[in-house]
């Protein structure tokens, strides 16, 4: 459901409640919007260099851009008017932009697949991509050494990464 929202109107009509249950709504507002489920939605469907649309909170205007790199909460954009922004997830417009296709089915890897060594990829919990060699094998996780600092990673969540 697609709903346009007037902020002249919601500010007037906002104009009669207390501070109390503003901060409130703000508070509720502020934890919608960071809500893991929500970026991982948004975040599946951008790329890097991707030609994107976001709000700016300064002078309330849609601005174009490109999207040159990802935080866990906020996106860099590249603006077309010159310049960058960094930008909430949610201040992204992502309507027309295509849904995530479903991922294609992959063998579940499991320990006897590896090898102290190895050079695996994973994806981090911040869906940032990672590679690193494995250095150390559990029962259930691998110990990878990447540039960022040594993970504990279930193999299922492992990919092999072929050196070129």
Same mark, same amino acid.
């Given at each position: 459901?697609?709903?346009?929202?007037?902020?002249?109107?919601?500010?007037?009509?906002?104009?009669?409640?207390?501070?109390?249950? @503003?901060?409130?709504?703000?508070?509720?507002?502020?934890?919608?919007?960071?809500?893991?489920?929500?970026?991982?939605?948004?975040?599946?469907?951008?790329?890097?260099?991707?030609?994107?649309?976001?709000?700016?909170?300064?002078?309330?205007?849609?601005?174009?851009?490109?999207? +040159?790199?990802?935080?866990?909460?906020? !996106?860099?954009?590249?603006?077309?008017?010159?310049?960058? !922004?960094?930008?909430?997830? +949610?201040?992204?417009?992502?309507?027309?932009?295509?849904?995530?296709?479903?991922?294609?089915?992959?063998?579940?890897?499991?320990?006897?697949?590896?090898?102290?060594?190895?050079? !695996?990829?994973?994806?981090?919990?911040? @869906?940032?991509?990672?590679?690193?060699?494995? !250095?150390?094998?559990?029962?259930?996780?691998?110990?990878?050494?990447?540039?960022?600092?040594?993970?504990?990673?279930?193999?299922? @969540?492992?990919?092999?990464?072929?050196?070129?």
């Amino acid at each position: 459901m697609t709903m346009t929202l007037d902020l002249r109107t919601l500010m007037a009509a906002l104009e009669n409640a207390s501070d109390l249950e @503003l901060l409130q709504l703000r508070t509720a507002v502020a934890h919608l919007l960071a809500s893991p489920r929500r970026v991982l939605a948004i975040r599946q469907r951008l790329n890097i260099g991707m030609p994107i649309e976001c709000w700016s909170a300064r002078d309330q205007q849609i601005h174009r851009g490109r999207i +040159a790199q990802f935080k866990p909460d906020q !996106v860099l954009i590249h603006r077309e008017a010159g310049g960058h !922004v960094w930008v909430e997830y +949610a201040a992204l417009v992502v309507d027309g932009l295509p849904a995530v296709p479903a991922p294609a089915a992959r063998p579940t890897l499991t320990r006897a697949d590896f090898q102290p060594g190895d050079t !695996v990829g994973f994806e981090g919990r911040d @869906l940032i991509q990672h590679i690193g060699t494995i !250095v150390r094998m559990n029962p259930k996780t691998a110990s990878v050494a990447c540039p960022e600092g040594v993970w504990r990673v279930s193999y299922a @969540l492992l990919h092999r990464v072929v050196e070129v």
